[in-house]
């Protein structure tokens, strides 16, 4: 069983849960950013919740089934078609051999995950089949699709859930204004007081240069740092640091001008001074957000980032108890 | 020179970041390495990945199987207990060939000159004259000379930030340049405020370039003998000796990475923080030595 990649999308990846343990050589989680989304399309199948699935960016790819396969599709609203007829999302479907999958305008979200029962088969590579573009490793030869590629499919092992739907409430919502929450720090006391506030105050859009590295925000007030002696090794910006490690999901603001937070391909290190980090519960949110979404940035301490981090626990929780039988 | 007391701060609920001096010292640098080596022989349940850097580091970890409060005290005593202890680093010098003034970083470098501080120099000619330097060769002298620390791996996959082993008033230090370059030549020698790096991967990049060497550092095929146990080679704590080399001898290397023979020259050695501080020329004399003495 396989997938032929008749037109590639903008930016179709194959993804997992992540890679753990090589971030010390500068090697990142990766792994699919919408992570709910991910693990209900995998679950409504019956796979594996870590299962490899494709991650499809603002624009579907094109892809033809060699046998008979069941599919199911999650996370953005990226309007689905099989041989020209529409399916839903968050649905089995079988797709029968020979039968085209393609999609229409995106109507919300920005990231969508199609999971084949079995899983897409690519080689593991340190413990993941997740795609790491900037190192080229890992999911299929290290890079985006293209068009010929044939993607290879796992065998089924379960039994059939066509049919299968997820109910309504735990499907993600994707609003174009959101807040997220962070945890001030790291490097947080650098900034100016006032700077300090006006961060939290200002609604920022989201950049053009939006992708699984970083997501750059743009229209808030410039950041002031506050005055200090620059510390040897670490550069003339008042916005420099000596190099150091990134946490995933930090705020940096290089020269004070725009807020850049990282997500899961991150560049593990670097010169600019992280003024927080934004909380586990919220990079879902974050991996939904199109160019010109806005977002406002709210402070929190870390029992209620704990809190929210139990909230989402739950949710995954039930998504496995409505679909685990 | 004795460090004040780390600062932790919590990178949101799955990261403790913790910088143990604002500026860079080959103390920091050390007590970094002795810190992380010492959290990762604990196997401390629901730490993820430890990560190094060069005056600071962090802990990425599972709240659901470590608190973070309970796991901040634990890196508080660790930093306690371990004091201003001897530090010595069991680690390995590597010979790492420098083709500088390269015709490819020079294209590079042509092609973003308007963001660049001085736009009618090469970054090897402005990072020279403002380090004080009569000449590039001198520069490149001076480059070469001395050993460098890798400090920290990373940024993108297997790139060494590195750290010449030089009293503070002889390193080498230049600005970023005004706006990053889209791209940099694979294996570009890049600095950038004190520090060297090698551009593992093609890409964007900062750092005034200086040279290019011909031996991969990163491989996911894990095509050289070097590359074999791991697709990334350095590692924070490897000590690096740079060689200059000529076109001639780049293009032989390079005939030598495509066929897959090409290898580097790796000894093992005992690194003495306390006597090198006391006469780093010396030291890295000794050093040397190791390097290409049988």
Known sequence: MAIKVLHAGLATTVQDAGRTGYYHLGIPLSGALDQYSFRAANLLLGNAEDAAVLEMTMLGPKLEFTQDALIALAGANLPAKLDGVAIPNYEVVVAKAGSVLSFDYLKDGVRGY???????????????????????????????????????????????????????????????????????????????????????????????????????????????????????????????????????????????????????????????????????????????????????????????????????????????????? | MSLPPARYSFGGDEHIFVELNTEMSLEAFFKGMSITNAISQRQILGVTEICPANAAYQVRFDPDLVAPDTLLAQLKSIESELGDSALELNTRIIEIPIFYNDPWTYETLMRFRERHQEPSSTDLEYGARINGYASVEAFVAAHAAAPWFVSMVGFVAGLPFMFQMVEREKQIQVPKYLRPRTDTPKLTIGHGGCFGSIYSVRGAGGYQMLGITPAPIFDPEQGLPYLKDFMVFFRPGDIIKFKSINRTQYDAALAKVQDGTFDLRIRPVKFALQDFLKNPTTYNHKLTETLYGN
């Not at chain 1, 190192?135 to 993607?151: E, N, T, Y």
């Not at chain 1, 750059?216 to 005055?227: I, M, V, Y």
């Not at chain 1, 603001?253 to 937070?261: D, K, S, T």
């Open chain 1, 114 to 325: 199609l999971a084949v029962a079995g899983g897409i088969d690519v080689p593991v590579v340190l413990g993941s089949r997740s795609t790491y573009i900037l190192g080229a490793m890992g999911g299929f030869c290290g890079r985006k699709l293209q068009v010929g590629d044939v993607l290879p499919v796992g065998a089924v092992t379960g039994p059939s859930h066509l049919g299968r739907k997820l109910p309504d409430q735990l499907k993600s919502v994707f609003p174009k204004d959101v807040q997220v929450r962070m945890l001030p720090g790291l490097y947080f006391h650098w900034l100016t007081e006032a700077s300090g506030k006006l961060f939290f105050e200002d609604t920022w859009c989201v950049g053009a240069e939006a992708d699984r590295i970083a997501y750059r925000f743009k229209g808030g007030r410039p950041l002031e740092f506050a005055p200090r002696e620059r510390p040897f090794g670490a550069g003339s910006d008042p916005s420099n640091i000596v190099d150091a490690g990134y946490p995933i999901g930090s705020i940096q603001v290089p020269g004070g001008l725009e807020p850049i937070l990282l997500h899961r391909d991150a560049i593990s290190g670097g010169g600019y001074a992280m003024i927080g980090t934004v909380i586990s519960a919220d990079m879902d949110l974050v991996a939904q957000l199109q160019p010109n979404f806005r977002a406002q940035f709210v402070a929190v301490d870390m029992a209620q980032a704990l809190v929210a981090r139990a909230k989402y626990k739950q949710r995954v929780s039930e998504l496995r108890k409505a679909l685990t039988s």
